[in-house]
């Protein structure tokens, strides 16, 4: 059980806005799948070709940390089953870009469905550390052409901070499961999960491993389970929510839409992003249970405190559900899934060799697009360089760090190039003047055709800039898009 003053202080969630039709990939796998009409509602978050678990995860880190001083986190977790990287922490890339210090504990969590449960359970139980543990679940889920899964699964990601201080919510208890029950797996040489079938999991794996952990942590807390407000399990399989409730003598009102119909089932972001659905509606008092399976189970309740009802500018899982964009092209999707050989050309063919010594020294400037401040005139530049770039001052060595990351700004001109190769053409580029000085020429993402012009305010997102293939390394930068 932690301290009065320990627990979660501020959570965070992104969507991709893309959101692909599930009557699309129905419509489009009918010919061999037709079962597949019965799952074709709603809709599902996908990746743009430039975002991945790193991506994603970045931008729930931002949305958690709106208003935090972030020199005062000294862990940051990130947790995927999708990590871009096998041999370099992803964790890394992620504090980079958040421009965290490097005083900093950091690791990557994977190999499980559980795996942001478990980070966020390791980081509550540890309520005598000092400092603030960051913990970000993300998931780019990958799925065969025409698979059941390709109707469950969604991207996504979620954040949450938790530390000493005035926290929203507190963990009366937890209690996990560790269990070898295989619903699904994939072997390192694989690129699509294989599931097992849906009864079998469902009775043998749900509905018995998950009561037998809620049933411990309620007995070792002493709340009877009348008394949750909400409870929160992911589970693509029908009716699973409401029937393990019964099965726990949970209230049915108390569970939770597991968002399924909205943007698909995130994988290891799941749990972090129901929970923080679950917060964003929570009053003071309120009990929240969280329930996340796959191998097992860890379960989680939280208590409200009345922090929760202070304002808060962060987007959250609402505002993330709202930035939408319906997208039913279903064969863009497979390419930028891989799921088919597409010809992309020549132009698509140069090689494109990262210098790492290079990337190492200027880190900071490529990751975390820190420019300059002079401190003679106050000039804001990007790149940073040893001279002030204004002309009336030429101050030498006169340059402080200063973030463009989380500035705002507005277009001043852009180029739709239809030439230059892009995974999803035409690529759009062009100058942008920012709020508190400063302009650069930035690629954009997330751009509709017809939707953009000059004067556009835009905001910046960590993205893919483009990819090695012949040696498998993935660069990333900032991009201006949309604000």
Not at 374 to 390: H, K, L
Not at 399 to 411: H, V
Request: charge should be neutral.
């Amino acid at each position: 059980m932690s301290t009065p003053d320990f627990g979660i202080l501020s959570f965070g969630a992104y969507l991709p806005r893309a959101r692909l039709q599930r009557k699309a990939i129905a419509a489009a796998n009918s010919w061999f799948a037709p079962g597949l009409r019965g799952l074709a509602k709603g809709e599902r978050c996908i990746c743009n070709w430039d975002e991945d678990s790193i991506t994603m995860g970045v931008e729930a880190a931002r949305d958690c940390l709106t208003g935090i001083d972030r020199g005062t986190l000294t862990q940051l977790v990130l947790a995927s089953s999708t990590l871009p990287f096998d041999d370099r922490q992803n964790a890394g890339v992620v504090a980079n870009a958040l421009q965290l210090k490097s005083a900093l504990r950091s690791m990557d969590q994977a190999g499980s469905q559980r795996a942001g449960s478990t980070a966020l359970a390791a980081a509550l139980d540890g309520g005598a550390a000092a400092g603030l543990t960051l913990v970000v679940a993300s998931d780019a889920r990958k799925s065969k052409a025409g698979s059941t899964q390709e109707m469950h699964y969604g991207d996504g990601a979620a954040a949450m901070l938790v530390g000493h201080g005035e926290p929203i919510a507190r963990l009366i208890a937890s209690h996990s499961e560790t269990v070898d029950f295989v619903h699904q797996y994939r072997m390192h040489d694989r690129a699509h999960d294989y599931a097992w079938e849906e009864r079998w999991v469902r009775d043998e794996g749900y509905m018995k491993i998950v009561p037998r952990a809620v049933s411990a942590l309620l007995a070792k807390c002493g709340v009877e389970a009348s008394a949750i407000t909400h409870f929160c399990m992911p589970g693509t399989l029908s009716r699973i929510g409401p029937a393990v409730a019964k099965r726990c003598g949970l209230n049915e009102g108390a569970v939770r839409d597991n968002l399924a119909a909205v943007c698909g089932d995130t994988g290891v972001a799941h749990p972090l992003l129901m929970l923080a659905a679950a917060l964003e509606d929570a009053q003071p008092g309120d009990r929240i249970l969280l329930a996340a399976f796959g191998e097992g189970c860890d379960a989680l309740l939280f208590e409200v405190t009345a922090a929760i009802t202070k304002p808060s500018a962060r987007r959250g899982v609402k505002g993330a559900l709202d930035a939408r964009r319906e997208d039913g092209n279903y064969m863009r999707y497979l390419s930028f899934n891989n799921l088919i050989d597409l010809e992309r050309g020549m132009r698509a063919e140069p090689d494109k060799p990262t210098q790492m010594t290079v990337l190492y020294r200027n880190r900071d400037m490529i990751q975390g697009l820190v420019g300059g401040k002079c401190r003679v005139c106050g000039t804001v530049q990007y790149p940073r360089q040893r001279y002030c770039v204004n002309p009336e001052c030429n101050a030498l060595d006169s340059q402080d760090d200063y973030a463009f990351s989380e500035r705002s700004g507005t277009l001043m001109s852009y180029t739709a190039d239809s030439l230059t190769y892009s995974p999803d053409p035409p690529t759009y580029f062009g100058m942008v003047q920012f709020d508190g000085g400063g302009r650069m020429l930035m690629d954009f993402s997330e751009v509709e055709a017809g939707k953009i012009d000059v004067g556009l305010p835009v905001k910046l997102v960590f993205r893919i800039k483009d990819a090695d293939p012949m040696r498998g390394f993935v660069r990333y930068f900032w991009k201006a898009t949309p604000a």
